[in-house]
């Protein structure tokens, strides 16, 4: 079903599709393996998780070509996972990906009367995620440690967003574990 449409500056008019999630798996399978490098146990999980979630596949297409992909799946209290976005077309704008990822949400979001929508991003999609209207509410805190004579020694650096940063915090918790 066509839900909108929107202005591309190189390829015109595109339109954006919502989809059954399992049309993703069934009619993209080869390309959600090649691009994410799954295997076919790891294929057929994903696929079982998202159909027994249930959800949409979005798709935006121009007169003749798929340009890129994503899914909202139903998640736990009353909100929308959006996950594997994938941009076919290498000059398809980032622009244009995000105002469908904003209007497709949008549509989900009002039609299943859900509260929102969440994801979980990558360093290289943080920026198109905010073009589409999305804040970051936190980040994934990897904290390092040593371990030596099997002791874990947590080191006063963490890093998040792609960067090292010094933990000033760090003496509030536990050193050793």
């Known amino acids: 079903m066509i839900i909108s449409a929107v202005t591309c500056k190189i390829f015109g008019k595109t339109t954006i599709e919502i989809r059954d999630i399992s049309e993703f798996?069934?009619?993209?399978?080869?390309?959600?393996?090649?691009?994410?490098?799954?295997?076919?146990?790891?294929?057929?999980?994903?696929?079982?998780?998202?159909?027994?979630?249930?959800?949409?596949?979005?798709?935006i297409k121009d007169k003749k070509n798929v340009l890129g992909l994503f899914t909202l799946t139903f998640a736990e209290d009353n909100f929308l996972e959006l996950g594997d976005l994938i941009k076919l077309d290498r000059t398809f704008p980032r622009e244009?990906?995000?105002?469908?990822?904003?209007?497709?949400?949008?549509?989900?979001?009002?039609?299943?009367?859900?509260?929102?929508?969440?994801?979980?991003?990558?360093?290289?999609?943080?920026?198109?995620?905010?073009?589409a209207g999305f804040k970051v509410n936190s980040l994934y805190v990897r904290n390092v440690s040593l371990v030596?004579?099997?002791?874990?020694?947590?080191?006063?650096?963490?890093?998040y967003g792609g960067k090292i940063h010094n933990y000033w915090n760090f003496y509030k918790r536990k050193v050793i574990r």
């Open 25 to 59: 798996f069934t009619g993209y399978g080869d390309l959600l393996r090649k691009t994410f490098n799954l295997t076919d146990n790891a294929f057929n999980r994903i696929y079982k998780f998202k159909k027994d979630r249930g959800g949409f596949l979005v798709v």
């Open 96 to 131: 244009t990906f995000a105002m469908a990822m904003k209007r497709a949400c949008n549509f989900v979001i009002n039609q299943n009367k859900q509260d929102g929508v969440y994801l979980y991003t990558n360093p290289y999609a943080l920026n198109l995620d905010k073009m």
């Open 148 to 159: 030596f004579l099997n002791f874990i020694f947590l080191l006063p650096i963490q890093i």
